[in-house]
């Protein structure tokens, strides 16, 4: 009697298939049912299994079924958060592009990291590098040194003490004690400039979001070419940049009070 040939897995790179298999997860618990679903082999599921428990995607209960872990619960949680704040402060970053016209961005702040979650386009020819998801810095960008001012400061003490600076521009500052005296200034004034720090040529004016607690979030800045983001000009737009954060600020207030 001839054994049947066993079916060749799926041609995928390792990440799809480590995909495949916590996509799997939410509706299929045992691996012969997620192999089936999935097209893998036995061996293959469980190899990818292990490694996806033992960095928290995945968990394992009891009975030995898997379900997705806190990591996908906490990304889900965050997707979450950054949609509703998006939604919550889009016409005013809107109003502000069209104030000021130049490009926009709002980065989410958590867990000591610092993303874009939007971008709104100014009307110029050119645009932004920057694209939602990028992570940037607390040390060379106007959204991270509003944030680092904005907390307290024993916190901004010790961000900044275990920080690793690197160099992005020739303008980018490497003294811990030059970014704590902007810090303290930013602190004063309520708003910060990155010149040319993080990016040649570009200059942005930032400022911190807060919720209702009083908890930063994250922050909103504007940029444009150094031609066009002249010192004249921060000063012009830096308060039409802190009247939108304010105002966002309390719109993130009234939609915690509704919750």
Request: include cysteine; hydrophobic fraction near 40%; aromatic fraction near 4%.
């Amino acid at each position: 009697m001839t054994a049947e040939p066993v079916p060749a897995e799926p041609q995928l790179s390792a990440l799809m298939k480590g995909l495949k298999v916590l996509e799997a997860v939410p509706a299929h618990h045992r691996i012969s049912d997620i192999a089936s679903e999935t097209g893998l082999s036995v061996s293959t599921v469980h190899r990818i299994l292990s490694d996806l428990v033992e960095y928290g995607w995945v968990e394992q209960d009891q009975e030995r079924a898997y379900r997705p872990g806190r990591r996908v619960q906490g990304l889900v949680s965050k997707l979450s958060n950054d949609e509703q704040l998006v939604r919550t402060a889009l016409p005013d970053l809107q109003a502000l592009r069209d104030r000021v016209g130049f490009t926009v961005h709002m980065a989410r702040f958590a867990h000591n990291e610092l993303s874009y979650v939007a971008k709104i386009d100014g009307p110029a020819a050119y645009q932004m590098r920057s694209r939602v998801g990028d992570t940037i810095p607390l040390w060379s960008s106007a959204i991270g040194k509003a944030i680092l001012a904005a907390l307290d400061e024993q916190t901004s003490r010790d961000l900044l003490k275990a920080a690793q600076l690197k160099r992005r521009t020739r303008s980018t500052i490497m003294s811990k004690t030059l970014l704590w005296n902007q810090v303290e200034l930013i602190r004063r004034r309520g708003w910060a400039v990155d010149d040319e720090e993080n990016e040649l040529h570009i200059r942005c004016v930032g400022v911190a979001l807060q919720d209702a607690s009083g908890r930063v979030i994250g922050g909103l800045s504007t940029s444009a070419l150094d031609h066009e983001m002249t010192p004249a000009t921060i000063e012009r737009i830096a308060p039409l940049v802190m009247e939108t954060g304010a105002r966002i600020n309390k719109l993130l207030g009234r939609d915690s009070q509704r919750k």
